[in-house]
């Protein structure tokens, strides 16, 4: 029973920080500046690298050791595994970027508002994989994966899908969506975490073995939506450092999550 409550807990906190953030549409009266939104991409980024690396790679390796090439082999294919996955479904489904006019992926009927919220979506299924398979891991008893392990990681996707659902919420209000209809839209755009969360949970009660390369697929998904997503748009436009601000805080935030709760 204890278990059930941590899953649905940690399952749910990150969906709760999405919904928080969209929540914003009803405080905010003005569309976000364009330098908040860099600091929000940057603080997000920073939380996701953080996350990939303490969270998923380093109990990756602890797990199958370091003292060969091939031992480490499996983490190596797992990462790049993710990153392929999320550049797949980055190519096959048709989303549009909030800062962006041209939609990415194949052609669709979509509307805007349908493929912006797709683009969050993608976002959020590495972070759910993320949290799946690190509750799995506890579960399953591993050593180096600790239930306050996971639950750090659950609250670290909560804080930074905090901005990702007001930056969501925001322009579509803006763009002429009602404020209800804009939380509304922007809160469902979590939903896909828990769900991945719980079908990476799902998948590993019958394949344990491959934890460790789940961790570091996991990493690697999450360091694609980074890498080609968070950070370009935290740079983009005129040069300002506050992407770079938000990015250390975002990493140093998680990193004491990490090393305090976990």
Known sequence: MDNLINILLGFTL???GTTL???????????????????????????MVAASFWSLLQPALEQVGNESF????????????GMGFLLFLDTVIPHQHIDETCSEGPRSSFSRSTKMILAVALHNIPEGMAVGVVFAGT??????????????LSVGMAVQNIPEGA??????????????KAFLMGALSGLVEPLAALLTLLFLENVSSAMPALLAFAAGAMLYVVIEELIPASQSGEHSNIGTIGFTLGFVLMMIFDATIG
């Open 14 to 16: 990150p969906f709760l």
């Open 139 to 152: 579960l399953n008893g591993d050593a180096t994966l600790t239930i306050a392990g996971a639950f750090a």
């Open 167 to 180: 930056i969501i919420s925001m322009p579509l209000h803006n763009e002429g969506k009602s404020r209800g």
């Open 70 to 81: 091939f031992d480490i082999l499996p983490v190596l294919l797992g990462l790049l595994t």
């Open 21 to 47: 953030g969209a929540a914003m549409v009803f405080l905010l009266r003005k569309e976000m500046g364009n330098h908040t939104q860099k600091a929000l991409l940057g603080f997000a980024s920073g939380i």
